[in-house]
């Protein structure tokens, strides 16, 4: 099972990073992550150059697409040609966005009918798509997720490990990467995140 994580030029390195660290813990269980760029070399936000790891026609066959979040993003989702690329399918592949990458999502139209989560900064853009914007960390709807906040990426990263390998893969994750003396309180608070913004849908 592969994951796409999307990462644009002007990108959150909390986004992606932390969301493809976590997975990637996952390699021996079949599960990995590859930082996904629309271009060879992207820029983040605060200057950090990164080569990525796969081209965005990857998305077509992943398993798995997350978008990341960035200062551009309100660039990206006027790009036709960029947005173009994303082929996006939710009856066969996970989709989830972090924070700015609701913009994306609602462009795309996969947030139509189902609230979101995203950040402050971007909550009026998302709203002004006709999306309703949760004040809550994490929300999911079938194959669909959003996250908001940087530090929510770890939920996102929790709600995919548990929808591909199961609950106590995402909490063994959760609880290695925790701080020192705060392993059960983190991956509790993980696991609840989740499991709240999951709508049960019948």
């Known amino acids: ?18 969301a493809s660290a976590l997975i990637n813990r996952c390699r021996k269980d079949g599960l990995e992550a590859f930082i996904t760029t629309p271009a060879p070399v992207v820029t983040s936000m605060n200057g950090v150059e990164v080569t990525g790891q796969r081209p ?6 992943a398993d798995v697409v997350l978008i990341g979040s960035g200062v551009k993003a309100r660039e990206v989702v006027a790009d036709d040609r960029l947005i173009s690329r994303l082929a996006l399918d939710p009856s066969r592949q996970l989709i989830g966005a972090q924070c700015s990458g609701a913009l994306v999502l609602a462009r795309l139209g996969l947030l139509d009918g189902m609230p979101a989560c995203t950040d402050m900064k971007t909550r009026p853009f998302v709203e002004a798509r006709n999306v309703t914007v949760l004040d809550a960390p994490f929300h999911a709807e079938g194959n669909i997720a959003t996250a908001g906040g940087c530090m929510a990426s770890q939920y996102l990263a929790t709600w995919v490990i548990t929808r591909t390998l199961g609950e106590a893969a995402a909490r063994d994750v959760i609880d290695y990467v925790a701080p ?3 392993n059960q309180e983190t991956v509790d608070r993980a696991m609840r995140a989740v499991h709240a913004g999951e709508a049960v849908l019948h």
């Not at 965005?56 to 066959?61: A, G, R, S």
């Open 56 to 61: 965005m026609e990857y998305v077509t066959e």
């Open 180 to 182: 020192v003396g705060e």
């Open 1 to 18: 099972m592969q994951v796409a994580v999307v990462t644009f030029d002007g990108f959150n390195e909390l986004d992606s990073f932390i």
